[in-house]
């Protein structure tokens, strides 16, 4: 079965995307998602921000804040973050390294499914009775008191969202060790590629402490376990350790997708390779590694002795180097180049400054004793935003611009891109930078409002104007998206002129089977090296013959509806803490595993053998016929 | 260029900022020995990371003046260099030595204020030679006990000036955190295991500061987790010690004069008040019985319920609707008391003092 | 190589599981997904650790109160032998013996399930004998955990290779599902790994420890 594409109606379309297992088709579906979970995220930033402008505000009750904070940050990480910066995984990664898609192309819109189930069924809980509320963080003992099923909500999407996060996880390891095209060592790989590659392996191994973590909570929470009941032997304090283990790596692995997005743009941009590449790949793997050494930073305060606290201030600040290392090698591969301030060239010149800023006051907060009073105040709130929005957030807003014709088409407007770039710039600033202050004058996180005549009031009113600027910065990107969409007007294969790697060797966007002829990888930077010789493609690593592509399916779709379904049987079984579990919990929760595993079963019995586009269809196309 | 002009400005808010806030409140205004060592600590982390943000700016507006493309260059490519093996090096080794160095004072203070052996030292006699002081954290309110001077209170903290106060923390409901941020960084209170640490409160800052420092709570909580604010009265150690008298010498209860004060008294009694809040500083009850806030003494204290100012017609409107200030405090929604009632028992209560 | 092709014991290549592309990213995928499940008993183990005879009072049942060694060797023996006569599957496998691996998986399943009737018996055991729940304390709660989560990749296990005895049952072997059998004893063995440590960890050292 074909997806062959000629002329479609919306029906064919919404198909389409329901059972494409085409990496770049999935690449769509999670910039969609997450973008729309990003503004969702983003509304709610402007309610906390709205909520602290002034002391003693009742913009929103203090029980409505405390679920906008939580689920600002729930949504912004699992929700938004993560699965933008899939989408250009998806987007590009393959075609990096020279292969037709993933690995696993069934398990990559699994993946997404998941994702997609998860976040919908954490979101239901703002019109089923309420938000979760404790923090992003979840911490046991409020969690496990908190009324009403919000908490449930977290537990059970985030744990659908997850299951769907790991399994991307392995894919893209997989598809990155087995498929590289001919001549593409591991050495000759774009540093995105490398940095998908090294987040991949810490989804792997992070995931599973939170899994076990959410589902000790569920558990608890749900069917009537006592891990965190400190009156039946629990430990509040296994939460957290849990918790930390994979938040710690989580926030590098969304911080090195993101950098490894910096390492193509800058080189781009600068017409000049990447200044020590090895360096950098070494310093990847070094932050990854690292990255599993230093949870407890975040539990300096939580009293686990004088010798705990030191030997992770000190491994905290060993990550301080390869960082460091990047910055340094980002900068001398501007150094002697010829820079072209582009939109995408503009984020990742805002990045810089703006990541060091966030990654010097880690290491302020690294220094135990001195976290002792920065701990669970805005000076951390202001260090995370500065490390995830300074570096985060503006890979995102670049990757949009720079990956923009390569999956669609079109080419964003320049123009307006300079405008969001310069109102979010400032606005980012003028929110954040403040609040380190008001961390150091004494104002707790988390806190619904804050009194007055205790110094507070100008910081967070500086503050709270900021945000505002980064949302008319977003609308106008928004304006932007919607503007080029209907201009509509076509780019070439490497509208940026000076694309180094091999995406930017074929089509905008590229035809469903990738390459006709899968590439030869003659060294770094292959098609900038095919270009430099005045080569007008890639050289072929095979001659042209059948190519063997995965059939559509919407078994995906189902797993993922199955486990939504069993979700809410879970969380209404008779036995859950809140009290109003119902008769029909259970019977709903097998019968949504019954779906999950009634289709995993169904995948598993038939034979699916794929398809083949022939090679007189492919010789077709090269005259101008369409096949795919 | 862009950044250059707004990093000017955040130069210029740095050291407007830098030893801003309140005295009583904030981390930059150090009132004793460990929030000075942690200020000390961030003069030194700030300085070092001052100096590779430096060093990167000057590397960065260099590369951003020298090497844009220039008009007739289109169509020119740079030198396309692999990398250096000597930068590599300098650039690892640098900020590996600036680590170092940072670490010394780290691994140091991290001993020094974490060292509460002097905890448990007693004297010839066999008495405690510290001051030590049980922290309870509970929803929304804190609890002090002394234990070796067998005094209960809440709320208000009280310590003497210039010496080492040490605490006992736990938590009695769920996760808080218990930060004076004048004295010092914060310990979490859990509710699994207690925590020690110690506190200094000196003298002459705390004269400065009103001899009030607010304490905050600094661990999400719940919807009033903003509203456990309590506050520490550092006094000289005498006046310590009157005041710690006075409580020890309240074992049975003030009786109220006026007859206002005793309707109070009434409402008080009828309306079981006396089953959660204890109005004597020696509550024998053990701690799963004192599910309320001690009010011995409350006719000195400095905040209604902790946050509100301290006035009759506050106390009134916290006890007849504590949820309006505190949503999701263990008290009661709503209270029915009339206007007199609320009258007397705001008369009995703000009578209660231990001393003048 | 055509998935499809018809092969005889003497064409039928050795490693017939990483023939195929797909086979080969299947191996790899699930030895990346066996890492995962690595750390995700490890988890468990650690928590099983931390809240070892953790409970509110006396009159609860502590780990060396409660194990049945016996019993408990019984099962590892069965689940041990399983592991042996999934490697005979394999060998059978690789030299396209079809009905002979058939068999064998047959054995494996039964075993497994020999192990699972006596582990749901040594758990009602102890919900009837000693009133041992899963909410009686946090340290049932952590044993079941992790002793369920096992059981119940035992289970998942057992259904897997059922499943693909039926579908191949007519379709025989070949190198589309090669990998199949082949990456379903990985995970085989890996429970087996699994369960010598849950022996080591939780009966061992509760009984002696």
């Known amino acids: 079965m074909s997806s062959v594409a000629v002329k479609k109606g919306l029906g064919a379309s919404v198909w389409e995307y329901l059972t494409t297992v085409d990496h770049k088709k999935i690449a769509h579906l999670y910039l969609g998602t997450g973008g729309f979970f990003f503004l969702l995220g983003g509304i709610e930033a402007l309610f906390i921000r709205i909520q602290l402008m002034k002391p003693n505000n009742n913009f929103v009750s203090e029980q409505l804040f405390n679920e906008i904070m939580t689920m600002h940050g729930t949504t912004m990480i699992f929700l938004a973050a993560m699965p933008i910066l899939f989408a250009f995984m998806n987007a590009v990664v393959p075609i990096q390294i020279g292969a037709r898609d993933v690995a696993f192309p069934f398990l990559n819109a699994l993946g997404f499914w998941l994702f997609f189930f998860g976040g919908v069924f954490l979101n239901l809980s703002w019109f089923l009775g309420g938000a979760p509320d404790a923090g992003w963080t979840s911490y046991a003992s409020l969690s496990l008191r908190s009324e009403g099923h919000g908490i449930d909500f977290y537990t059970l999407g985030l744990q659908i969202s997850g299951f769907g996060t790991l399994i991307s996880g392995i894919n893209f390891l997989a598809t990155i060790i087995n498929m590289r095209a001919p001549g593409m060592s591991f050495m000759r790989m774009p540093l995105f590629t490398w940095t998908t590659f090294i987040a991949s392996a810490l989804i792997l191994l992070a995931f599973p402490p939170l899994t076990i973590g959410v589902f000790l909570l569920m558990f608890d929470r749900l069917f009537g376990s006592n891990f965190f009941d400190v009156t039946m032997g629990g430990n509040t304090i296994i939460w957290e350790h849990f918790f930390w283990i994979f938040g710690h790596p989580e926030v590098y692995i969304l911080v090195l997708p993101a950098f490894g997005i910096f390492s193509e743009i800058i080189p781009t941009f600068s017409r000049k390779r990447l200044f020590g590449y090895s360096s950098m790949v070494f310093a990847t793997v070094l932050i990854g590694f690292l990255g599993f050494m230093v949870w407890a930073h975040h539990m300096f305060t939580t009293g686990l002795g004088n010798v705990a606290n030191a030997i992770f201030a000190i491994a905290t600040m060993a990550i301080a180097v390869p960082t460091g290392i990047k910055i340094f090698n980002w900068l001398l591969t501007m150094w002697g180049g010829s820079i072209k301030i582009t939109v995408p060239m503009l984020y990742a010149l805002g990045f810089i400054p703006s990541f060091v800023i966030g990654g010097v006051t880690g290491v302020m907060q690294a220094v135990a004793p001195l976290d002792y009073q920065l701990h669970d105040t805005y000076f951390i709130v202001a260090h995370f935003h500065y490390v995830i929005i300074g570096g985060v957030v503006f890979g995102i807003l670049a990757a949009t611009h720079f990956y923009w014709p390569k999956m669609f088409g079109t080419k964003l407007s320049e123009k307006m891109g300079y405008v969001t770039f310069t109102l979010f710039f400032i606005g980012f600033h003028c929110t954040f930078f403040i609040q380190h202050f008001l961390g150091l004058m004494g104002m707790p996180r988390r806190v619904a409002t804050f009194l007055p005549g205790q110094g507070l009031e100008l910081g967070n009113l500086i503050s709270s104007i900021g945000a505002i600027l980064m949302a008319v910065a977003v609308i106008i990107l928004l304006f932007n998206v919607v503007i080029t969409s209907i201009r509509n007007k076509k780019v070439g294969a490497d509208p940026w002129e000076d694309g180094r790697t091999m995406e930017w060797a074929i089509a905008s966007p590229p035809p469903f089977y990738n390459f006709k002829q899968t590439p030869l990888v003659r060294g770094l930077d292959t098609w900038w090296l095919e270009k430099m010789e005045g080569k007008k493609e890639l050289t072929p690593a095979e001659p042209l013959g059948d190519i063997h592509m995965p059939n559509n399916s919407i078994i995906p779709f189902f797993i993922s509806l199955g486990l939504f379904v069993a979700a809410f049987g879970a969380m209404y079984n008779p036995l859950n803490s809140v009290g109003d579990g119902k008769s029909w919990g259970l019977p709903v929760l097998i019968i949504g595993l019954g779906i999950t595993f009634g289709s995993m079963l169904i995948r598993s019995l038939r034979d699916d053998f794929g398809y083949h586009i022939h090679k007189e269809d492919l010789l077709e196309d090269d005259k101008g016929g369409k096949v795919g | 260029m862009k950044f250059g002009r707004l990093s000017f400005l955040f130069l210029l808010l740095t050291l407007v900022l830098a030893g801003c806030g309140e005295p009583f409140l904030s981390t930059l205004k150090p009132a004793g020995e460990v929030a000075e060592t942690q200020l000390t600590l961030l003069f030194i982390s700030t300085s070092i990371m001052v100096l590779v943000i430096l060093v990167v700016v000057i590397i960065y507006l260099i590369v951003l003046f020298r090497f844009r493309r220039k008009k007739g260059e289109e169509n020119k490519i740079p030198k396309q260099v692999e990398g250096s093996h000597k930068l590599e090096i300098i650039w690892t080794v640098i900020p590996i030595l600036l680590l170092l160095s940072l670490s010394v004072p780290t691994i140091a203070a991290t001993f020094k204020l974490g060292d509460v052996k002097d905890m448990d030292k007693v004297d010839k006699d066999g008495n405690r030679e510290a001051l030590v002081v049980n922290v309870r954290a509970n929803l929304y309110w804190w609890e002090f006990e002394y234990p070796d001077l067998g005094i209960i209170t809440s709320q208000d903290l009280v310590v003497p000036t210039d010496e080492k106060v040490y605490f006992n923390l736990k938590a009695s409901d769920v996760k808080h955190s218990f930060w004076v941020p004048a004295a010092g960084g914060k310990m979490d209170t859990n509710t699994d295991n207690e925590n020690k640490f110690y506190l200094v409160f000196d003298k002459e800052k705390a004269d400065e500061a009103g001899n009030l420092f607010y304490g905050k709570c600094a661990e999400l909580c719940g919807p009033s987790h903003a509203y456990m604010d309590f506050k520490v009265k550092a006094v000289s150690r005498d006046e310590f010690n009157q005041w710690a008298t006075a409580m020890q010498k309240n074992k049975e209860e003030v009786q109220p004069t006026s007859d206002l004060a005793k309707q109070g008294q009434e409402v008080f009694q009828a309306n079981n008040c006396i089953a959660c809040h204890a109005v004597t500083a020696n509550d024998a009850r053990p701690e799963t019985a004192r599910t309320a806030p001690n009010l011995a003494d409350f006719g000195n204290r400095t905040r209604v319920a902790g946050i509100l100012e301290y006035n009759e017609e506050n106390l009134k409107a916290w006890i007849q609707n504590p949820e309006k200030f505190k949503p999701g405090n263990q008290m009661y929604k709503e209270a029915n008391l009339s206007e007199e009632e609320l009258d007397a028992l705001a008369e009995y209560l703000m009578g209660l003092k231990v001393q003048e | ?209």
């Open chain 3, 1 to 209: 190589m055509n998935a499809e092709e018809r092969y005889t014991p003497l064409n039928w290549p050795d490693h017939p599981e990483t023939q195929t592309l797909e086979g080969k990213n299947k191996f790899l995928g699930f030895w990346l997904f066996l890492a995962g499940e690595t750390v995700l008993f490890a988890s468990l183990f650690a928590t099983y650790l931390a809240l070892k005879d953790s409970v509110p009072d006396s009159s609860h049942p502590l780990a060396k109160d409660l194990f049945n060694l016996p019993l408990v060797f019984a099962m590892t023996m069965i689940l041990l032998t399983s592991s042996i006569t999934s490697v005979y599957a394999i060998y059978h496998m690789r030299n396209y013996h079809f009905k002979k691996m058939q068999a064998w998986f047959v054995i494996t399943v039964l075993l497994g399930a020999g192990f699972l009737a006596l582990e749901i018996y040594e758990f009602t055991h102890y919900v009837h004998e000693y009133h041992f729940t899963f909410g009686s304390s946090a340290f049932s709660s952590a044993y079941y955990t992790l002793v369920g989560t096992h059981g119940a990749h035992v289970t998942f296990g057992l259904c897997w290779i059922i499943a693909l005895l039926v579908r191949n049952a007519k379709r025989g072997l070949n190198l589309y599902n090669a990998p199949k059998y082949y990456v379903a004893s990985l995970y085989w063995h890996f429970i087996d790994v699994v369960w010598v440590f849950i022996f080591t960890v939780v009966y061992l050292i509760g009984k002696v420890g």
